[in-house]
């Protein structure tokens, strides 16, 4: 058998071999992409998995084609890599990126701007997997994946979005460690422990970050004009339908946390926009020039109370109070004021979530002094609409004494009379209010409030209707009020001389239970299901008392609780809330200045916390150990580098031949050294003796 060369005699046949070596890989990375810098398919397919979960919640924010697009290439990704074929063409992956490039671009009209740029970047790392050639690749794939997550917090910051994007990091963590391990691969348990471990660890500073870092008011993705949130809820006109389509959403409108007791469930009404514009069908604001106001003027009758609302987005200008307003809401950046009509309007649309302090005179007259002509715009209605009802509102002011009188004989006419109160209400013609009043008579709240009205007016009433909220839902977890879009309501109100404008709501004379009942169940969806229906229900849910509080409807409260902590604790630190933390702990006036010294001298300390642990952790080198480290750097300094390959003898040989680098009494003293090293090294007699440590202490001084 031919000598293998020595590596000082063999220069030229190592590159050849090492050359033919990396040619051997490439051919082989080629054929079995599994085998190369993925070293088996259960990483690959980790790898999937953690992309998979970094895109999944872009369905809800991206267009279709993208969801599916992205799907059908993980997918066969996910083939491809299970049973072990090869990689796609460069052409092919070229056609599917351009494809995947002008659909958003004939989507987005751009490349440029938040949601192009990531839809882009979404089908750019959908491809990247079906083109990880290198170990490079891999690194991509990874660093764009971290940055997508980021990036999803620009559509939603929710609780399960950040829960599940910990958990998409995590798992990419795990699978950027499985790449650095060079020989055996440690089980997945092990690895996902070390990622998790990892993420504990930059926890605490990640918290010093949060609560130090200088706060900038509105996102800072955030562009002019656009929305942060999706509307929803009540808007500033009212037709028959619109607020029965509400009827049956759980969608949160706003929480609210009373300060001073909570009050009835017949004074719960959220007051919200005012109409008083009728064109025979549709409720709208009244148009009218500001000389032809009357001056508001109230009259508190007894003490506010006071309380916080939390208002979700719904890209309308009006806040919510109970009746009658006593203060100004403030909001930052964006000023409120009350309109003669007790209307709390914000200057700009509510894009985002909103905290507002409110106190409210649950019992006051408001404009009870003003003389009736100042209210004649409030009597105007459409001419040639609903002659039934004109006639009607003739009778009852024939009938009556007096307009005191008046509306309690009309309200006395919709509790007599067999009318219904249902989610499903036949379609009403041209004549809305006569079909409502002689024909169909079932509605819901606006149809009953509509109706009203005009019976008002035509009587010669002034007259409003109201649209807001009604009642809400303690929670017992917190203690804090939930409005929901089901609660959402509409009422008249009347000016009366001498009393002012006074409240009517003329459902609670056809149906009680939805003003007086604070816990209400479901409105059957159903034209059959009158209020005698849902009436019976609600008695049944009273009788069953803590019966009815299910497992699911407790579990929906906890986790209605725990998202309002997250958005007033989390999402709601603003740099109001970082002064008043910072004025705790003594810090009056803070500046940008200090608040940076701050972050780096608590990070820093944190930081330091953290890791002299870790560090005193590290596995200790055995004291002969330490010192043959020490006289390899030595050595490698005078240009003798000690070969990943030699052991000490072959060292000591190299350095016995060599006549350049060593005088004679350093060659001397380091051919001892790596002899004793040896020796101690593999003579398992346990710990050194302390003369031969000594000994090599010795030997690595003159080798200097």
Not at 529 to 543: C, E, I, N, R, T
Not at 668 to 686: D, K, N, P
Not at 697 to 704: A, G, I, N, T, Y
């Amino acid at each position: 058998m031919k000598p293998l060369p020595t590596l000082a005699t063999s220069e030229n046949g190592t590159k050849h071999r090492l050359a033919a070596a990396m040619n051997r890989f490439r051919l082989t990375e080629r054929a079995l992409p599994e085998n190369g810098f993925i070293r088996d398919r259960r990483t690959a397919l980790l790898l999937l998995t953690a992309c998979s979960m970094v895109l999944l919640p872009y369905i809800s924010y991206l267009p279709g084609w993208i969801s599916g697009f992205c799907a059908t290439l993980l997918g066969w990704r996910a083939w491809l890599t299970y049973r072990k074929q090869t990689l796609p063409p460069r052409w092919l992956l070229l056609l599917l990126s351009t494809a995947g490039l002008s659909g958003i671009y004939l989507d987005y009209g751009t490349f440029i701007g938040r949601e192009a740029g990531v839809a882009m970047l979404v089908v750019l790392l959908a491809c990247k997997l079906l083109e990880m050639r290198a170990k490079r690749d891999l690194f991509v794939v990874i660093f764009l994946s971290f940055f997508l997550i980021l990036a999803l917090f620009f559509y939603s910051q929710s609780i399960l979005v950040a829960l599940a994007m910990l958990l998409a990091m995590g798992l990419m963590l795990c699978v950027q460690l499985s790449m650095q391990f060079v020989h055996a691969l440690p089980p997945l348990r092990a690895r996902l422990k070390l990622a998790a471990r990892i993420m504990g660890l930059a926890m605490p500073l990640a918290l010093v970050l949060f609560l130090l870092f200088p706060r900038i008011e509105g996102p800072l993705w955030g562009q002019p004009g656009s929305s942060s949130g999706a509307g929803s809820g009540l808007s500033n006109s009212m037709s028959p339908g619109d607020i029965s389509n509400l009827a049956m959403s759980e969608a949160l409108a706003f929480r609210v946390r009373f300060l001073d007791g909570l009050p009835s469930a017949g004074e719960l009404y959220w007051r919200g926009p005012v109409l008083g514009d009728f064109d025979g069908r549709t409720w709208r604001p009244l148009r009218r020039a500001s000389g032809n106001r009357a001056p508001l003027t109230i009259e508190a009758r007894q003490p506010p109370i006071h309380y916080q609302v939390t208002l979700e987005p719904s890209q309308q200008r009006n806040l919510f109070a109970l009746e009658v307003p006593h203060s100004l809401p403030h909001l930052r950046d964006n000023p409120v004021w009350l309109t003669a009509d007790l209307e709390l309007l914000t200057s700009q649309p509510l894009r985002q979530r909103v905290q507002y302090q409110a106190s409210s005179s649950l019992n006051a007259a408001v404009q009870a002094q003003a003389e009736a002509t100042e209210f004649a715009p409030w009597l105007l209605l459409p001419p040639g609409y609903n002659p039934a009802t004109r006639d009607l509102a003739t009778q009852l002011r024939q009938r009556t004494q007096g307009n005191t009188e008046l509306v309690q004989a009309t309200l006395a006419y919709f509790r007599n009379e067999p009318f219904h109160y249902t989610l499903e209400p036949p379609l009403l013609g041209q004549h809305t209010v006569d079909e409502f009043l002689f024909n169909s008579r079932s509605g819901f709240c606006e149809h009953y409030a509509g109706a009203f009205v005009f019976l008002m007016r035509a009587a010669g009433i002034p007259a409003r209707v109201i649209t807001g909220y009604q009642g809400g839902e303690i929670n017992p977890v917190d203690g804090r009020m939930s409005v929901r879009q089901s609660d959402a309501h509409a009422w008249a109100e009347v000016w009366l001389v001498g009393q002012g404008w006074l409240r009517v709501d003329p459902t609670a004379a056809v149906a009680p239970e939805r003003v007086t009942t604070q816990s209400r169940a479901p409105l059957p969806a159903s034209d059959q299901g009158s209020f005698a229906d849902w009436s019976g229900l609600g008695k049944l849910q009273h009788g069953l008392g803590s019966l009815w509080q299910t497992p699911l409807h407790r579990l929906r409260q906890g986790w209605e609780a725990a998202n309002a902590g997250w958005n007033r604790w989390v999402l709601d630190y603003s740099s109001a809330r970082q002064q008043s933390l910072l004025e705790f702990f003594g810090l009056k006036t803070v500046d940008w200045r200090v608040l940076t010294g701050l972050l780096f001298g608590i990070g820093g300390l944190v930081a330091s916390l953290v890791l002299l642990p870790v560090l005193r952790q590290r596995r200790r080198l055995p004291p002969a150990e330490a010192l043959y480290q020490r006289f390899c750097q030595r050595l490698a300094k005078l240009g003798l580098s000690k070969a990943a390959h030699e052991g000490p003898r072959a060292y000591a040989q190299r350095l016995a031949a060599d006549a350049v680098h060593l005088n004679p009494t350093q060659q001397g003293a380091a051919i001892r050294f790596l002899t004793l090293y040896e020796t101690m090294h593999y003579a398992q007699q346990g710990a050194a003796p302390a003369s031969a440590m000594a000994q090599l202490k010795s030997l690595l001084q003159e080798c200097r």
